[in-house]
């Protein structure tokens, strides 16, 4: 390869239009890019304002904020405004340890109590109002040390009885001169004011007057040594306060030029390192196990103010004016530099020197301390650096040009036109490549050198030299294997999806990362693994594989992934846990140094690097009942028709809020997980019984929470509780016995009624044949014998014969036909029309509509009124004598009319008074009996209507009868 330079540089040299354009050298410690990743909350990301005075953390995990517009809290995802009412200017917060109190105190003295999810106002009553709170400690005793403006005293309350104001301690002295900050080392609290310190032991003041003029700031630092503790000061100065000799002493002088702008905080934080928060960014003092400090600034240009590390050892930075930003990690580091814009290739040299390519053309060799050696551009503003191969002393860089040289004495060298994806060596002599339309290598072995495509007209993005002869190649058609000579294609038509990036195990299994289609790991004929965003990944666009001591990383789109295949988990490394950006193109392994090169720059963490994080705090956030917005509490006791629950929920998670998954199930409905993103579960229309709503969620890089609780138990409704269903069945059976006793009761009296019915039948037919009639007929029959009228005689006894043979038929039945009721009624007025010697003049007519052979009626109703009519009305009529009978229908009843012109029932009933019948007529009242016992057991309406007809003169003219018959009809 040494020959193979020395006769590219001869052709470089001539023909200088494709040598670089610039190359620019510089010398160690000039530019430092070193950065720790900060996640920048605005106004956009919901916050109530850019300007932020304070923070903390209460025992649930959320994260409340103070600001010029209001209180939030947030959960991660959300920021949250539960408090009305606390809207003051500048606020200083306590978390209290009691469960769910929160105190927030204004420089007015006020102080709000949230606890309970209700906010109370509460005023320190020993403060004036017109004096400012100036100062608030909370020791390690759980004192609370507070001083305001104006006063000679300081007050000191216990904090479970911060509201009691008999447990109140008040310390006075006339020497104190706006004391301003509070230090507590075990029984000793020190207090700094202008010109003056003071310690208070076991309730009592002593004063040293060994001090700065200068008026301290609060809070103050106890450093490691136990014996120091950290001040500021109003004008900007850090000093170290001696407790042991009491004497102040300037501290971190070499960083003045850096807090000139003015100190606004200092915190100290679990690893015992200290931040200094000023108008000028962020100073971080990272402490060295030698007792020393490693400087870096931070946030240049922002006015920082209060520094907080969470539970989950998380930092967190207020600003004045720009937000709030938030710090996942101290372990993970970006390097950011202006050239430095989606870099496609990182590789190491062999002086263990970072090598960085660009997406337009720029490379950069970046020293171990992340200092820049060299920044070269390329000759043309479009060349994208592909691959860097730095094996050897030469390194060769793949671009989508051509593919460039490098020396040992860092001379740049145009190697060979063509877009070139890929490039790898196998040997000094021996370069296999990937381009834009070939796959092949480059040998020069001998003098000058050969190249070869084994395969034309494919794209190729990956490499994998196994030797000189033979090589793995990546292509947008799959996956091929060359050695000596001969090309063969694995698994095709398996593997869809262009191969970016080809590695090998230790099993001598392949790993293939895929442009939209994930993660192939394979042997020669099988596939082994297939990890896809369905199994674990967030992105199947994969882009490089890191393959590390433990694990193996994949570089996507959308973060990086850290995957143990034997453990088949995955892990996610995104903007959202300190990455500079999740696009990640390329990755590199520098001794136990993870690099990532991105579209914004390089992160760098140890393989070590801990991704796993603790499972999110679960909350329920809501819970409706019947669209109804309730409190939540633990157990809800609800109507059965309370039945439509729609429950809300969060979590609480600050560095994967957005790909946090939950799982719900209501037990006593379902108790399979129910797996979702969204934010609420509903059931519209629960039955009866008890339930229990169970929640839980993860991230990516998290188990399962443990699942947080709400029960319900709706009531049944009335009708299915035991008393109402005891009541039923004993009304059931009440109303069955009722029933059973009215129906044997029923039954009885329809069995009486209708022998009643009989009894009135055989009455009836008596009545019929009454001796009176009888023997009117038979004496007709014998003065018509006697007079020799023997043919009358024969007749009027033939229709006499026939007349009883009739009503005798008609009695043994129960209902008989309209036509047989009118053939009845025809012989027996025909007979008695005979009597009367043609006297009497009757009409049977019936409304056409009626269909007389179907339509049924009870026999020997008519008969008796027709004879009545005929007795007492007709009987003693003077001169013509007319009867008139007739049918009409009314649905569902038969109307039968008789309607004679006789004396009238006055005259009638006075006649049958003076003359007494030997035979009294009971046909009438017979069949008003039988009528009223048809009623009774048909419930149906029989009725019948008399009518006097009577002239104007008020003379009787005769007699109207309506009879009303329920009619059946029968079907012909």
Not at 460 to 478: L, M
Not at 909 to 930: C, D, L, Q, V
């Amino acid at each position: 390869m040494l020959k193979l330079i020395k006769n590219i540089h001869v052709i470089c040299f001539l023909n200088t239009r494709f040598v670089l354009v610039f190359t620019l050298f510089f010398v160690s410690n000039l530019i430092k890019g070193q950065h720790l990743f900060f996640r920048h909350y605005t106004p956009d990301d919901g916050l109530p304002t850019s300007s932020l005075y304070n923070l903390v953390q209460d025992q649930d995990g959320f994260i409340w904020i103070t600001s010029e517009a209001e209180v939030c809290k947030f959960d991660g995802e959300y920021f949250l405004s539960p408090l009305i009412g606390l809207e003051r200017e500048e606020v200083i917060k306590l978390s209290f340890h009691a469960p769910d109190r929160l105190v927030f105190i204004d420089l007015t003295n006020q102080t709000f109590i949230y606890e309970n999810n209700s906010l109370k106002q509460y005023d320190i009553p020993l403060y004036p109002k017109t004096s400012y709170l100036c100062s608030f400690y909370e020791d390690k005793n759980n004192r609370n040390w507070l001083v305001s403006t104006g006063v000679d005293y300081v007050i000191s309350m216990p904090t479970a009885s911060i509201f009691d104001t008999s447990q109140h301690t008040v310390y006075y002295n006339p020497n104190f001169n706006q004391p301003k900050a509070f230090h507590a080392v075990e029984d000793t609290v020190y207090l700094f004011s202008q010109g003056s310190t003071f310690k208070i032991i076991e309730d009592t003041v002593y004063s040293s007057f060994n001090t700065i003029e200068d008026q301290v700031m609060p809070p103050t630092i106890g450093m490691p040594d136990k014996n120091n503790v950290l001040i500021s000061t109003y004008t900007g100065e850090l000093y170290f306060y001696s407790k042991n000799a009491d004497q102040f002493r300037r501290a971190f002088t070499e960083y003045d030029s850096l807090i000139q702008a003015g100190i606004n905080y200092i915190y100290e934080d679990q690893l015992q390192n200290i931040w200094i928060s000023t108008r000028d960014g962020l100073i971080f003092l990272d402490y060295q196990k030698n007792g020393t400090y490693k400087m870096s600034h931070h946030l240049s240009g922002t006015s920082v103010g209060i520094i907080y590390q969470d539970a989950e050892f998380q930092y967190w930075f207020t600003s004045l004016t720009d937000g709030l930003y938030f710090l996942p990690s101290l372990e993970l580091s970006t390097y950011i530099h202006p050239k430095l814009q989606k870099i496609y290739n990182i590789a190491i040299n062999q002086s263990g020197e970072i090598l960085l390519g660009t997406d337009d053309g720029w490379l950069l060799k970046i020293s171990e301390n992340f200092e820049v050696q060299q920044e070269t551009k390329l000759q043309r503003q479009s060349m994208r650096v592909y691959s860097i191969d730095a094996k050897f002393d030469t390194i060769l860089y793949a671009t989508s040009s051509q593919i460039f040289a490098q020396d040992i004495d860092d001379r740049f060298y145009d190697f060979k036109s063509g877009s070139y994806k890929q490039i790898d060596r196998s040997s000094r002599e021996v370069a296999w490549y990937g381009s834009s339309g070939s796959m092949g290598y480059i040998d020069s072995t001998h003098e000058g050198y050969t190249e070869k495509a084994v395969l034309k007209q494919t794209r190729t993005y990956a490499v994998y030299p196994i030797s000189d002869e033979a090589c793995y190649f990546g292509a947008v058609d799959g996956l091929y294997y060359y050695d000596n000579d001969t090309l063969q294609t694995i698994l095709p038509h398996s593997i869809q999806g262009d191969i970016r990036d080809i590695e090998i195990l230790a099993d001598s299994s392949l790993l293939l990362a895929t442009q939209g289609n994930g993660l192939f790991r394979i042997n020669h004929d099988s596939i082994i693994q297939h990890l896809t965003i369905d199994n674990g990944l967030v992105s199947n666009n994969c882009t490089d594989i890191l393959v590390g001591s433990t694990y193996i990383w994949l570089a996507t789109n959308k973060g990086l992934h850290r995957i143990d295949l034997d453990n088949n988990t995955i892990k996610l490394l995104s903007r959202n846990n300190g990455l500079v950006d999740d696009n990640v193109n390329c990755l590199a392994l520098k001794g136990d140094t993870v690099l990532v090169g991105t579209n914004k720059g390089v992160a760098y963490f140890k393989e070590h690097y801990s991704l796993e994080e603790s499972p999110p705090k679960v909350y329920f956030s809501s819970v409706k009942v019947g669209e109804k917005d309730t409190l939540i509490i633990q157990h809800y006791s609800l109507k059965h028709d309370q039945n439509n629950i729609k429950i809300g929920f969060g979590s609480i998670q600050f560095t994967n809020a957005n790909s946090i998954e939950y799982q719900y199930k209501l037990k006593g409905l379902n108790d399979d997980w129910v797996q979702t993103k969204i934010n609420e579960a509903q059931y519209p229309s629960l039955s009866n019984g008890n339930y229990e709503f169970m929640l839980r969620a993860k991230t990516i890089n998290s188990d399962w929470s443990s699942p947080i609780l709400l029960s319900f138990e709706i009531d049944k409704p009335f009708w299915k509780t035991w008393w109402f269903i005891l009541c039923g069945i004993v009304f059931f059976g009440l109303m069955v016995y009722l029933f059973l006793r009215q129906f044997i009761k029923n039954k009885a009296r329809k069995a009486k009624v209708e022998a009643q019915i009989k009894d009135m039948q055989l009455m009836a037919l008596r009545a019929q044949m009454n001796p009176h009639f009888i023997f009117n007929s038979l004496n007709s029959i014998q003065e018509f014998i006697i007079l020799q009228d023997k043919r009358t005689a024969n007749r009027y006894l033939g229709q006499f014969s026939l007349l009883m043979r009739t009503i005798l038929n008609m009695s043994e039945k129960e209902t008989i036909t309209l036509r047989q009721e009118i053939d009845a009624l025809e012989l027996y007025l025909s007979l008695e029309s005979m009597r009367f010697e043609d006297e009497l003049h009757f009409n049977i007519s019936y409304d056409p509509t009626i269909k007389i052979d179907q339509t049924l009626l009870p026999p020997m109703l008519i008969q008796p009124y027709v004879e009545n009519a005929i007795l007492h009305g007709l009987r003693y009529k003077k001169g013509v004598k007319k009867l008139d009978v007739e049918f009409t229908f009314e649905p569902p009843f038969l109307i039968c009319t008789v309607t004679d012109n006789g004396i009238g029932r006055t005259k009638a009933k006075t006649i049958k008074a003076r003359k007494a019948s030997i035979f009294p007529s009971k046909g009438m009242s017979i069949t008003e009996k039988r009528l009223n016992l048809l009623n009774d057991i048909t419930h149906q309406n029989f009725e019948i209507e008399v009518i006097d007809i009577i002239s104007d003169q008020e003379e009787a003219l005769g007699t109207k009868v309506i009879i009303q018959v329920f009619s059946n009809s029968k079907d012909v």
